[in-house]
């Protein structure tokens, strides 16, 4: 029998096994390497992801120069927003890439871009499938992606899609239809989340440490607070 050692969870071939498998022996723990190089079963792992979760203060709604249905971009004194506002809470720091992004959507239904607010992380291919019974013509001259999609039908394949490699916000037009108004925001994080009206948001699955929180309320407005995440821990924070 091989004593194991009083507190240890790494085993000689350099994987980390939780203390609460080392009563499993030399037999055991070498099932559980295994398993997990096979599987990458993740269940082994005794840490928890942590939380954040809070409140943003948003701005009142007000009459715009440009709004058309519920939950569309408001253009005002040059800022744009959503109407009634939303923001976008996310982690800043520095991450692992976990391979490609998933695939998103911004539909246009009823002469709408929905969501109307989209954030994406870098490296994301978003389609434009066309909802409606008419013709889109979808492009943006922002400075963090520029395209031009062309006219296209309702029944158009393969839908017609862009990959959003830059961060930045990028502003959607239709070339055909000018009241119609998207926002896509492209960020170097994969922990983000849109708030509900009332401002509130929660973010999970979060990885330990000291970083950066950020909320993103409108083209001229990010507010940041620094925050310190434990695992299995949840942290309040509020932006005023």
């Not at 037999?27 to 079963?41: A, D, E, K, Q």
């Not at 939380?51 to 971009?73: C, D, F, M, N, W």
């Not at 943006?140 to 839908?159: C, N």
Request: glycine share 6%; aromatic share 8%.
């Amino acid at each position: 029998m091989i004593e194991q050692p009083a507190i240890a969870t790494e085993t000689a071939a350099g994987f980390t096994v939780p203390k609460c498998l080392l009563n499993l022996g030399a037999m055991g723990t070498r099932r559980i390497i295994w398993l997990n190089l096979v599987f990458s079963i993740p269940c082994i792992s005794t840490f928890a992801d942590a939380v954040v979760e809070g409140q943003v203060e948003l701005p009142k709604s007000h009459s715009a120069q440009v709004v058309t249905q519920r939950y569309e971009i408001v253009t005002h004194g040059g800022v744009l927003s959503t109407h009634p506002p939303l923001a976008v809470v996310y982690l800043e720091g520095s991450f692992p890439k976990r391979g490609k992004p998933p695939i998103k959507q911004v539909a246009q239904k009823d002469l709408a871009f929905v969501p109307s607010l989209l954030p994406v992380q870098v490296g994301t291919k978003v389609e434009f499938p066309n909802l409606d019974d008419t013709y889109h013509s979808i492009f943006s001259f922002s400075p963090a992606k520029r395209f031009d999609l062309g006219r296209y039908r309702p029944e158009e394949r393969p839908i017609p899609s862009e990959v959003f490699n830059v961060p930045g916000l990028v502003t959607l037009h239709c070339d055909i239809h000018e009241h119609m108004r998207g926002l896509i925001l492209v960020l170097n994080t994969p922990y983000f989340v849109v708030t509900n009206p009332d401002g509130r948001f929660q973010l999970s699955g979060l990885p330990a440490g000291r970083y950066v929180l950020k909320a993103w309320i409108d083209s001229k407005t990010t507010r940041e607070q620094s925050v310190e995440l434990k695992s299995g821990a949840t942290v309040h924070v509020d932006f005023p």
